[in-house]
């Protein structure tokens, strides 16, 4: 049974930073695709980024990342603590959100790596506030 628990999310000022983290607890393969969502109020599930961990023969490490977040929001895996994080800098104040960890244990990351029905393992969400 794989479980995903972020840490507390928290605030900061727009143009400042924040670090999200996801620990997974349980057994997973390295044909994972790990994902951060968000979700603000009145609005739909939104992918944010996505990273896939694999051997190099099989594409080594292949990231996705929402076009509002490319260049500010960092996503990366760590191995050996099974924790997945998520880097926010230059927080803007439409990143304001729940924001979700998600796990698709069936494959590495593709192009539809953004659709949230791909994914079966969801942590239970963490709040990110972002001030003027």
């Known amino acids: 049974q794989v479980r995903l628990a972020e840490s507390a999310g928290g605030s900061a000022q727009a143009g400042g930073s924040l670090r999200l983290s996801c620990v997974v607890f349980g057994s997973v393969y390295s044909r994972t695709c790990w994902a951060w969502f968000r979700q603000a109020p009145g609005k739909e599930r939104e992918g944010v980024a996505s990273?896939?961990?694999?051997?190099?023969?099989?594409?080594?490490?292949?990231?996705y990342y929402a076009d509002s977040v490319k260049g500010r929001f960092t996503i990366s895996r760590d191995n050996a603590d099974d924790t997945v994080y998520l880097q926010l800098d230059r927080l803007k104040p439409e990143d304001a959100a729940q924001y979700y960890c998600a796990a698709d244990l069936r494959r590495v990351c593709a192009d539809d790596w953004s659709d949230p029905s791909k994914y079966d393992y969801w942590g239970p969400g963490t709040q990110v506030t972002v001030s003027e």
């Open positions: 990273i896939s961990v694999g051997p190099a023969y099989a594409g080594g490490i292949t990231e």
